[in-house]
């Protein structure tokens, strides 16, 4: 999905998941996304979990980190 510039990220996310919902069984499995910072904010976490059923976790890093931090990001089998 492409966006112009001007949409919020939220917005922008609130477009995929939404076509990511409409893949019903191939996404059966999913329950949890982990975001950056950006989508931090009651309202949006809870539009996730009223229309996708699903959890967001905002996963920052560390207050006292310079530089690059690798985030939690991969799902282990």
Do not use: Y
């Amino acid at each position: 999905l492409v966006t112009a510039a001007s949409v919020p990220e939220r917005e922008g996310a609130k477009q995929v998941l939404q076509q990511v919902k409409q893949m019903g069984q191939g996404v059966s499995r999913l329950h949890t996304i982990w975001a950056d910072g950006g989508f931090d904010g009651n309202p949006f976490l809870m539009w996730v979990m009223d229309v996708c059923r699903w959890i967001v976790e905002v996963v920052l890093r560390p207050e006292q980190t310079k530089g690059f931090v690798l985030l939690k990001k991969t799902v282990g089998c």
